[in-house]
């Protein structure tokens, strides 16, 4: 090969370098926003609470006690399916706010 081929262009590549690793920086600063930042679904009225973080951990089942003196397993099981359903979903809806900027400022 001729000299001179294989070398990469310095002038254009620097800036672009720089800008991916900003890009890197806040992609790692949403992630641990994520991780921290919870949201709540409830189901049945309120008588079934999940907290679930941005990056989809559930944190906590909440069922009222009185719930439990008039359900059958079948109601309190669908109950539980909703509300842990919801709370994926706003956790979805928290990760797309978080996130979504972000990938749309990716230089590809």
Do not use: W, Y
């Not at 069922?63 to 706003?90: G, R, S």
Request: proline fraction near 4%.
């Amino acid at each position: 090969m001729a000299k001179g081929f294989n070398k990469m262009p310095s002038a254009g590549g620097g800036g672009m370098m720089q800008q991916l690793q900003r890009l890197q920086q806040q992609l790692q600063e949403a992630q641990e926003r994520l991780a921290v930042e919870t949201v709540t679904a409830t189901a049945g009225g309120g008588a079934i609470t999940i907290v679930m973080t941005g990056d989809q951990h559930c944190q906590s089942v909440t069922i009222d006690p009185d719930l439990l003196k008039d359900a059958d397993a079948e109601m309190l099981q669908d109950l539980v399916l909703t509300a842990v359903n919801l709370a994926l979903d706003k956790s979805r809806e928290l990760q797309q706010q978080l996130m979504g900027p972000l990938a749309g400022g990716l230089p590809f």
